[in-house]
């Protein structure tokens, strides 16, 4: 399973936030690009879903297919030469 830690909890939230999301299901998820690369997007709920919560609310959505990829891999905040931004550590690189 992704681990994601709090701080990225925080920022997943933050976004929905900042985008004014009032829909109590709606929250960030990663999809798969046709090229291979993730991204994210703000989506509803489907039952096989993977569902991270913060603070008993959903702020990160998975399908199956993505979170099997993503299961040892950890979501977390790093400080760029640009700025925070996400990034995905290998969970034995921790």
Do not use: H
């Amino acid at each position: 399973m992704l681990e994601v830690t709090e701080r990225a909890k925080e920022w997943l939230k933050s976004i929905l936030i900042e985008q004014n999301i009032q829909d109590p299901q709606a929250a960030m998820r990663i999809v798969i690009e046709s090229s291979g690369e993730l991204r994210f997007c703000i989506d509803i709920e489907f039952s096989e879903d993977q569902v991270i919560e913060y603070k008993d609310a959903p702020v990160l959505r998975l399908a199956p297919e993505v979170a099997k990829r993503l299961e040892e891999k950890i979501l977390d905040i790093r400080d760029f030469p640009d700025g925070p931004d996400f990034a995905l550590i290998s969970k034995e690189k921790k």
